[in-house]
């Protein structure tokens, strides 16, 4: 794509994901999202000729006025909408594939000080959640959904969901993934277990007075017979 069907495509995005964009004049002026997505666009072009400096200088400047810091080395497919953004860290040899949507406070980001591919690759039309942490290199596939805090350490297969510390697969090919996240509605999966387990124990609490008041009238003392008496005749 040339530079203006790009920018024309970042600006899209935003009205196609923010039912709160009223005017193109308003998006261009006052989204901090897309303000940092075209630094980004200008730094990796500086990064890609090797001029890593003055590209580092652009995303400091960037991060400075947006809260969104995208390391200049990054790769951003079309389409992709920050929403809000603060906090919102991408590293170096992160891949972000096309039509993804991200929530303030997300990092995508290493779990160490390993050299090469240390960072993750984001597939098409991912939705990430407020606060997630996609941290190694590894991929999320396409359609996928991280839920809000989740910290996703493995592999994400496409249309999945994936919410909770470690992050847990919760739904994978089953009904269609929204394209935009219900951060009101989504399950977690230690909250069941915990819900099952005190089900079980209720029933077991219940067994056991079933069985002590079985014990209780065995073991009470009989009331002895009333003697039979013969009856006397006047």
Request: with cysteine; aromatic share 8%; charged share 25%.
């Amino acid at each position: 794509m040339g530079f203006w069907e790009t920018v024309r495509s970042d600006i899209e995005a935003v009205f196609e994901n923010d039912p709160a964009a009223r005017s193109g004049f308003e998006v261009v002026f006052t989204y901090s999202g897309l303000h940092a997505i075209w630094a980004h666009r200008i730094a990796h072009g500086l990064y890609k000729r090797r001029w890593f400096t003055v590209a580092r200088m652009i995303s400091q400047v960037s991060r400075f006025f947006t809260g969104i810091e995208i390391h200049p080395g990054a790769r951003i497919g079309r389409k992709l909408f920050i929403d809000h953004g603060m906090g919102v860290v991408i590293g170096e040899t992160c891949e972000i594939g096309d039509e993804v949507v991200i929530y303030q406070g997300v990092t995508l980001g290493g779990t160490g000080k390993e050299k090469g591919k240390r960072h993750p690759t984001i597939g098409n039309r991912v939705v990430i959640a407020s606060g997630a942490k996609v941290l190694g290199s590894f991929k999320v596939g396409d359609h996928a959904n991280i839920g809000a805090n989740s910290v996703v350490l493995r592999e994400v297969p496409a249309d999945s969901t994936v919410v909770g510390i470690p992050g847990r697969i919760v739904k994978r090919n089953g009904e269609r993934v929204s394209d935009r996240l219900d951060h009101t509605n989504l399950p977690d999966p230690v909250i069941e277990t915990f819900r099952f387990m005190q089900k079980e124990i209720n029933e077991l609490m219940a067994e056991v007075e079933r069985l002590k008041a079985a014990v209780r009238e065995a073991e009470a003392p009989k009331p002895d017979p009333e003697p039979v008496c013969a009856g006397s005749r006047e």
